[in-house]
């Protein structure tokens, strides 16, 4: 129930605010004033307030002494502090015992004014500048929906509209999200078209017009970094999409100054692909080639990603001309950030690359289909974004971070692939030997029922994967799709709608974060 338009201003000094209540209530606001701690606490009793202004210096009990007893009656009311003291210990004592505001005497009418506005109406200020703002932007976004895209323009787009669907979530604008999605929908079928024809290109003439790939994140952004100053923590958490990362950037800024940039997963988005390619620098087919005893069946992921130190040690050594010392660790639990942790100080101290990875997103993500609880929680992309930010906050992502900073150690944090809600089953026929992921699979004489569900890919050389055998082709879901089997279409329907999935096309698989984080402290090297 919304408060009623009133003021309670508890002062010693009444008399001398006739002015300021005149203009308050010329505003329309009710004030009521009130001389002693006592008689405050009486009228709040009796009724609800929208803000209550406390002089800080009144006899008997002072306005920080009574705050207590206001919250009590009434936890919600914004409290404004009142004070002739200008004094650093006063402002820090009320900031402590968390004031919604605070002023020092004399004030202005106009000042009471901006401030009880910005408490009271400042969040539905902001949320009708949003609408606005969002209102005439989406109209410009929307054109582009006829353009035909270059890889850089569908970078920003993808990024903006990130932004966009993180700022609309937090304020109640149901019409907004509802144009937001729609808008989101019908760029995933154009991103796939975009895929479908210009992915076999890039990797065809790769000194051409192209998008840094998974292969390009170290030489692109590692070794520069590496060069300048020596060594670099290299972190990438596995399956952060672009909006997740927005709702983490704001906990790191204090940290550190941030620079952003984008990059294009390789296909498939997924782990035994996409981060191979990123610690080689190779597309799997040259994985396979140059290390085949390294490269196992796709449906064998641990294999496949067994070797991940070996490649970025190969890559790094190309690369700078020389050996670089390396120090790899990959943590699948919180519990094992303790034994890291300890040993983090001493990896930072040496030359060369530290590279963490972290698996907990990526366990979210797939245990999501497995647990009720989990879906509960992570519903919808709103509550993944939620569920991700309290997990970074206490996680040993965030403390080696804080080590980095603490002894001026640079950053290059990224992710391997992202992922993508799915909602709508897509009929596929396949021999039994088909892959089980349902974002894609490989297998001999694989089909969609409906070609729009999927990019068939009959060359596999020409994506950078290697040949898997006579008539095996690839299929990649697009949009928000998952592949279901005929003889288990309600089971797959029950189990999976849903659900967080990756391997496919999409933006939000495919356009990732890649951010350097240098440390404002700039500690040095000191311990």
């Known amino acids: 129930m919304p408060r009623p338009k009133s003021i309670l201003w508890v002062d010693d000094e009444v008399e001398g605010l006739a002015a300021h209540r005149r203009f308050l209530e010329a505003q329309g606001f009710t004030v009521a004033c009130a001389a002693h701690g006592d008689d405050a606490l009486a009228l709040l009793r009796r009724q609800p307030y ?91 976004l929307e054109g582009r929906r006829g353009a035909s895209l270059a890889w850089r323009e569908w970078m920003e787009l993808v990024a903006e509209l990130a932004r966009w669907e993180v700022r609309i979530s937090v304020c109640n604008e149901p019409g907004l999200s509802e144009a937001l999605r729609t808008l989101q929908q019908s760029l995933r079928a154009d991103f796939a078209e975009y895929v479908r024809h210009h992915f076999p290109r890039w990797l065809a003439s790769p000194e051409g017009d192209r998008p840094p790939l998974s292969v390009d994140v170290v030489s692109e952004f590692v070794v520069p970094v590496l060069q300048a100053e020596g060594r670099v923590l290299f972190i990438v958490v596995d399956c952060l999409r672009l909006d997740q990362w927005v709702v983490l950037r704001d906990l790191l800024t204090p940290l550190f100054e941030v620079e952003e940039s984008h990059y294009y997963s390789i296909l498939p988005t997924a782990t035994p692909f996409a981060r191979n390619a990123i610690f080689s620098g190779l597309f799997p087919m040259e994985i396979a080639a140059r290390h085949p005893e390294w490269w ?201 709608r849903g659900s967080f999935l990756h391997g496919g096309v999409t933006p939000e698989e495919m356009i990732l974060p890649v951010a350097l984080l240098t440390p404002r402290g700039g500690g040095g090297g000191s311990p």
């Open 50 to 140: 929208s803000v209550v202004l406390l002089d800080e210096q009144m006899p008997g009990r002072r306005g920080l002494e009574l705050l207590p007893e206001i919250r009590a009656i009434d936890a919600g009311v914004p409290v404004v502090m009142v004070t002739q003291s200008e004094e650093e210990a006063t402002l820090r004592e009320a900031i402590g015992v968390a004031v919604d505001d605070y002023l020092v005497k004399p004030v202005h009418p106009r000042q009471i004014l901006s401030v009880i506005t910005r408490l009271l109406e400042g969040d539905r200020i902001r949320q009708q500048r949003l609408a606005r703002d969002f209102v005439t932007r989406f109209r410009e």
């Open 296 to 496: 196992a069946q796709p449906s064998d992921e641990e294999s496949l990603n067994a070797h991940e130190a070996g490649l970025l040690l190969e890559q790094l050594q190309e690369l700078v001309g020389k050996p670089v010392p390396v120090r790899y660790e990959k943590l699948f639990s919180a519990g094992e950030g303790g034994e890291l942790l300890r040993r983090l100080p001493a990896h930072l101290a040496q030359e060369g690359v530290t590279a963490l990875v972290f698996n907990f997103i990526d366990q979210l993500t797939h245990g999501r289909s497995e647990s009720a609880i989990l879906y509960e929680v992570a519903r919808d992309a709103a509550a993944l974004r939620g569920l991700t930010r309290t997990w970074f906050e206490r996680s040993p992502v965030l403390a080696a971070l804080q080590e980095a900073e603490r002894r001026g150690v640079s950053v290059l944090l990224t992710t391997d692939h992202g992922s993508i809600h799915c909602e709508t089953p897509a009929t596929v026929y396949a021999k039994r030997d088909a892959t089980a992921n349902l974002r894609y699979k490989f297998g001999e004489d694989l089909r969609a029922e409906h070609p729009e569900a999927a990019i068939t890919v009959e060359d596999l050389k020409a994506f950078g994967l290697p040949g898997m055998g006579l008539g095996v082709r690839l299929l990649l879901a697009t949009t928000d799709r998952f592949f279901v089997y005929p003889t288990k279409l309600r089971e797959y329907q029950a189990r999976y």
